[in-house]
């Protein structure tokens, strides 16, 4: 099979590899399509290993495919059903094994390209979102970098929750995008860096971006309110006037899926299968697309994810 | 009534104020022992005003007495019942009026000086360390600035609770006190500042101090564990590494009891009294007391809880 490796810092070729072994509990999945994400970025760059398990030269965290084997003990799933899944890298392949526990039935109707950029955002912004932080309807929240991939999913996730959406995105042409995202009628109000302040208070806010000044909006939020920090590209140290937190009774919640068990991965994917695929399934949730490229225009996706003023995920099509 | 009051920037004096009026729900208690507590110290500073309802210059925010009579409405307590309180401010004066669902009873036995030392710290620490971060039997605890008011109560608390405590106390001549804080055979593992990491991972930080470094901590912590800031006298700003509190999927929790609403101080006293009393009742908890001054020593007393080398209660006898 042909798939994107990385042979050095932050660079990338396409490499002939052998077809990934079956083993008891896997699946092979023939990829149609595969999501973008800037972890591979950081990946490539050294700065965030591929956990224990998973090809650590190749980066790609969640695909949509085709069943193509199955390997001892699987019973859930059988050749040519349509799967998705996050998965700890390796999506950006032609073929990819992947523990059956973690595959996810693509709904009908949805594209391999829609498919491919569902797991790692949604996944992210339910388990965030829901699990974490326990989001209620009619809480208020705000969710900094809003047009990115997770972004548009926590967007979603919230206003599907019942809450009511503050999002905070720093390109104006942008702003229609990210309102549109709300059914009609609903809610998401969308405003500047800088503006977040005008909407507070806040019962949760979700930090997409990070940098010097993020962990000052403890000050935007209501007493017991819980600041979810899940991304931080923009800067990864912040001062905490830890007095702000103390009298708001402020909760600071990191989170990444990443580092986690295979167990806990398994665990949340049955949570994503249950509460979330019914959601994109009934079109209460979309994924929105950015922009495809072949595997062999690897270099343009890349530069893509890379650049600025994407909405929605970028994906590659083995 | 003699009382201390504030009267000007860091500076106190003894007054005659009127005897405080026992409205309806409210009870009035002759003070025999009175806490002392920093936040005295930063109020008379002008840093932390009272809560509204409370005497606003008048500083002291725990007491132990006697009840004198009691408001329309109030019945379950009556004149001669020995009575301790946190209070919004007050407590260092002859006579004060608490709302009826603050007080707590006294057990037999227990001296009005004991009791005077009681209800903020093991309130805050009760309340941190169950009602907040929901500390289990077999958690790795973490308490800095072990050997104060607070510091005393949550290690005590923390192994009452069944968790394995590590007290972190920069005075080498104290450690042997904090060690004997557990109950015989019992274990507190009491380190120097700096060497609290030779005792990592941890579920649990209870952050007493403060300071610069103090969120560098997140990297103690085991996956999923908790920081609770409950003290930052030693610094109110830190740096945190975001991507730290990301990877180990940790909270920060901040809390405080100052600011509550009414309601919810009457819940947090109720909790107390059926939680907490009993223990302090049949001997699992103490209070370790510094030194006790009568009310004319005043100046001597705020000295001794501003010094350092205390170990446990700084209590006034009006």
Known sequence: MRAVVIDGRGTFRLAERAD?????????????????????????????????????????????????????????????????????GGGHAEKIAVPAELLLPIPVGLSWREAAGFPEAFSTAWDALVVQAGVRAGDRVLVTGAAGGVGTAMVQVATASGARVVASVRRTALHNRVRELA???????????????????????????????????????????????????????????????????????????????????????ATVRTGVVPLLADGRLRVPLDAAFPLDRYADAYARLAGPGKFGKVVMLP
Chains 1, 2 share one sequence.
């Open 20 to 88: 990934p072994a079956v083993g008891p509990g896997l699946v092979a999945v023939r990829v149609h399509a595969a999501g973008l994400n800037a972890a591979d970025l950081q990946q490539a760059r050294g700065d965030y290993p591929a956990p224990p398990g998973w090809p650590a030269d190749i980066p790609g965290l969640e695909i949509a495919g085709e069943v193509e084997e199955v390997g001892a003990g699987v019973t859930d799933v059988r050749a040519g059903d349509r799967v998705m899944a996050l998965v700890g």
């Open 183 to 269: 059914p009609a009628g609903g809610g998401v109000d969308v405003v500047s860096p800088g503006q977040e302040g005008e909407r507070a208070p806040y019962d949760l806010i979700v930090e997409l971006v990070g940098g010097e000044d993020c962990l000052r909006r403890v000050e935007l939020l209501r007493t017991r309110g819980k600041i979810l920090v899940v991304g931080v590209q923009g800067g990864a140290v912040a001062p905490l006037r830890m007095v702000d937190l103390m009298l708001a009774r402020a909760q600071l919640i990191g989170t990444t899926i990443r580092g986690r068990s295979p167990a806990e991965k398994a665990l949340l994917a």
